[in-house]
């Protein structure tokens, strides 16, 4: 037992100076997945998502799992976007992208706010949308104020992984998001569902579009929930069947 611990304190010692080096040498490398529309296959812009190249910190669970112990969650989100807006070069200008934050920074608004103005200043003409968690989209007050640094800073809004908790479409009636990602439990899987749970998850789509938001179907891995997706009033989704997170290179021309 005592030989578990100390491996298990030592792992933990390797991560965290692997995670300094990480933020020393803002050693992350961006990957990407593409987001399209249902109607025609095209693609309508990629979401950042964070990976690294040091060992033992390649996925953002365990990355963040290093920030929480030394309160760096926002400073790491931070560093996702920036260098993922560096590697939009290679995508067309039009395409949209899609930043995330995370929870810690809504708690941070005038950080938040400096770190988005940066954004904007580095890229004045690209078309981006910023991801909130659901759970925060609770938060009405804090999100008003979001909302309107958002529009200012001409950047769009979108609530990720609806379903998947607290959040209820009245809650995201108080300041509608742009996108409503609707989370991948939602989703996968469903064109096999009962006919109840298809009927439940497309009423839910048109009560969304009927706010003027667009919904988004994520985790789509399949032609046949692409097919399902599409018949129940999805405008966009995004999942392996249209492309696996990849370097932003691989997607050019």
Sequence with gaps: HSATLADDSADRALSLIQFDKLMTERAVVPHFQPIISLQNRAVLGYEILGRSRLFG????QTMFSAAAVLNLESELSRIFREEG???STFFPPTSILFANTHPAEIDEPELLEFSLRELREAAPNRPM????????ATQTSQMRELRAKLDHLNIGLAYDDFGAGQA??????????????????LVQNL?????????????????????????????????????????????????YYYGKPAAAKTFAG
């Design 168 to 185: 209820r479409l009245i809650e995201l009636v108080e300041v509608p998001p742009d996108y409503l990602k609707f989370d991948m439990k």
């Design 85 to 87: 807006l560096a590697q």
């Design 129 to 136: 949308v910023l991801e909130i968690h659901e759970g925060t």
């Design 191 to 239: 064109s096999s569902a009962s006919p109840e749970r298809q009927k439940m998850v497309g009423r839910l789509v048109q009560m969304t579009l009927e706010l003027g938001i667009i919904p988004l179907a994520e985790g789509i891995e399949t032609a046949e929930d692409h097919a399902i997706c599409q018949e129940l009033g999805f405008l966009s989704a995004q999942g």
């Design 57 to 60: 910190l390649t996925d953002p």
